[in-house]
């Protein structure tokens, strides 16, 4: 059996407010780089993970708030899709990554740790991007700094459309 130890996330199980975060997101865009928003389409909008599995790693959202993909409409569906495909070549271009894993976690039994609003991860991937210290020591590296990261990805995402 595997088991996956991120006691870094800590922080983000501390940091929870009331209320559903990512529609606190869609009420402020005036706060869009401080709540690091890469895009804002029709539908759906692109967010850096704050609490990163990896360098980059992004969420594409829809503005609609539901816990069952199953209630979006078509046009939701399609545009998020859209933008999932978009972000892996972004992913792959602008951060060199080898792999994406892309991911929705439905429900808080499948692992969502925002289950009331379903939303796609996406994760860049390098070949051997974790290491014995991830193993060992409990200790997750992070080598590239935020901002300048997510400036990268918004300036890449602005040419999406």
């Not at 993909?69 to 990554?97: C, N, P």
Request: hydrophobic share 40%.
């Amino acid at each position: 059996m595997q088991h996956l130890c991120a006691p870094w996330r800590s922080e983000y199980f501390s940091a929870k407010k009331e209320g559903c975060v990512f529609c606190g997101v869609i009420a402020s865009p005036q706060d869009d780089d401080k709540n690091g928003v890469l895009f804002r389409a029709k539908r759906c909008f692109g967010i850096m993970n704050l609490y990163p599995y990896s360098p980059g790693h992004f969420m594409v959202i829809p503005l609609q708030h539901t816990d069952k993909i199953e209630e979006l409409d078509e046009q939701t569906w399609l545009e998020m899709s859209h933008f999932v495909r978009e972000g892996v070549k972004i992913l792959k271009s602008e951060l060199r990554a080898e792999g994406v894993n892309i991911g929705m976690n439905l429900g808080g039994a499948a692992g969502a740790g925002i289950a009331e609003h379903v939303h796609y991860h996406l994760v860049p991937r390098w070949s051997r991007d974790t290491n014995f210290i991830t193993t060992i020591a409990d200790v997750r590296i992070n080598g590239v700094p935020f901002h300048p990261l997510f400036e990268k990805l918004k300036k890449a995402f602005s040419a999406v459309s």
